[in-house]
């Protein structure tokens, strides 16, 4: 079962972790991914947040919602959450082709495998930092 863990982010910048503790059956926070979670860890003020989204990219470093990945084709691209027929998480990415918008869509998955990426995906960045 995938963890249940969100990055915080305040003015554009990560400033913590939140995860469920289902023992004490509250949030706990830690302002590092792989920190301690202590349940008695302060709050962390945010006003956005981004889903842990079970897998990791070549290097390692987990993937959350909205990071930029360089697919293994070169294009960079964004992790999103979709609904609907092929519900799940996909990296979504446009390229200007002459006077059209191309948009890319692939499925970010592990053939049910949620501890690695089988892929050469790389987090870049995320969507909440400037450019």
């Known amino acids: 079962m995938r963890e249940i863990k969100f990055r915080l982010i305040e003015k554009g910048k990560i400033v913590g972790y939140e995860r469920w503790n289902s023992l004490a059956g509250k949030w706990c926070y830690d302002t590092k991914a792989d920190g301690n979670f202590d349940i008695r860890n302060p709050f962390i003020p945010h006003t956005d947040k981004d889903a842990f989204t079970g897998l990791k990219d070549?290097?390692?470093?987990?993937?959350?919602?909205?990071?930029?990945?360089?697919?293994?084709?070169?294009?960079?691209?964004?992790?999103?959450?979709k609904d609907g027929t092929y519900c799940g998480w996909h990296i979504h990415g446009k390229r200007k082709m002459g006077e059209h918008i191309?948009?890319?869509?692939?499925?970010?998955?592990?053939?049910?495998?949620?501890?690695?990426?089988?892929?050469?995906?790389?987090?870049?960045?995320?969507?909440?930092?400037?450019?």
Do not use: Q, T
């Open 58 to 81: 070549k290097n390692g470093v987990e993937i959350y919602e909205g990071d930029k990945i360089r697919y293994m084709d070169g294009k960079d691209m964004v992790v999103e959450w």
């Open 102 to 131: 191309h948009h890319y869509i692939y499925g970010l998955y592990n053939y049910g495998k949620l501890d690695n990426c089988n892929y050469n995906h790389e987090v870049i960045g995320h969507i909440h930092e400037e450019s």
